[in-house]
């Protein structure tokens, strides 16, 4: 994923544009993310990571975000940079 197709689904998720489990819970806190060169291998770990137990993913975050701030509230959206 682009980092433009971040930005812009952050924004939908946000908006509460797509129906789903972040428009159900009101859960909008982009708090992990990972950034590949390659669609190929960001396609696998996404695979991976949805194989992932729940509580193994929550280590992973606390790991990279220990207070699980939203890391999205430092893009610049007025320019659509992130």
């Known amino acids: 994923m682009s980092r433009n197709d971040l930005y ?4 939908e998720h946000k908006s509460k544009e797509i129906p789903g489990l972040t428009k159900k819970y009101n859960c909008d806190k982009l708090v992990f ?5 390659n669609i190929e291998e960001a396609i696998a770990r996404e695979k991976q990571l949805k194989s992932w ?14 207070t699980q701030e939203d890391l999205s509230l430092k893009w610049d959206y007025k320019d659509g940079n992130c």
């Open 33 to 37: 993310y990972e950034e590949y060169s």
């Open 8 to 11: 812009r689904r952050v924004i």
């Open 53 to 66: 137990e729940r509580e193994w993913k929550n280590i992973s975050v606390e790991k990279i975000n220990p």
